[in-house]
């Protein structure tokens, strides 16, 4: 059973940078793509960044682009989101999500696999 779990979330100041981990632990990391959503108090589930299982595709929303880099250490099972000027309405709960094949995409229908999610908060 794969099993991911975040951490580096927490309270930020705009403009500032804060960087998620995810570690998955349980199957072949090499194998899965890897994403990050957020989910905001009363909206739905957005698709954030993801990336294919060699780090040579990447994905981005409109919304995040320039701003944050998704990256993965398969030596170590564990991917990045690095968010730079980071605004108050990236304030979320972010989750980390895995998915076979090893293709990345935006659908969170496509991700078998999430972890608990960690809160950004994006405040002055």
């Known amino acids: 059973q794969v099993q991911l779990v975040e951490s580096g979330g927490g309270l930020v100041q705009p403009g500032g940078s804060v960087r998620l981990s995810c570690v998955v632990s349980g199957g072949t990391f090499n194998n899965l793509a890897m994403g990050w959503f957020r989910q905001a108090p009363g909206k739905e589930r957005e698709f954030v960044a993801a990336?294919?299982?060699?780090?040579?595709?990447?994905l981005y929303a409109d919304s995040v682009q320039g701003r944050f880099t998704i990256s993965r250490d398969n030596t170590k099972s564990t991917v990045f989101l690095q968010m730079r000027s980071l605004k108050p309405e990236d304030t979320a709960v972010y989750y980390c999500a895995a998915r076979q094949p090893r293709i990345p995409t935006s659908s969170p229908n496509d991700y078998s696999y999430w972890g608990q999610g960690t809160q950004v908060t994006v405040s002055s």
């Open positions: 990336l294919s299982w060699f780090g040579a595709t990447t």
